[in-house]
């Protein structure tokens, strides 16, 4: 939540207007790994500002549990 809340005033203040945003997680090697929330969020955030997500999902054909 604080990191896409810094974006927010990132993006307002920065010029030109950023295009996009790169995510990179899981986080190597500790294999530290993001909630579905916060890619909910994190894409709400990319729509408001008219911004494209760059994400290298290494890991995202694996999963545990549905």
Known sequence: ???LSGMGRAVALATPKPTAMVLNYPSNPTAQVASIDFYKEAVAFAKKHDIWILSDLAYSEI???D
């Open 1 to 3: 939540e604080a990191y």
């Open 63 to 65: 999963y545990f549990s």
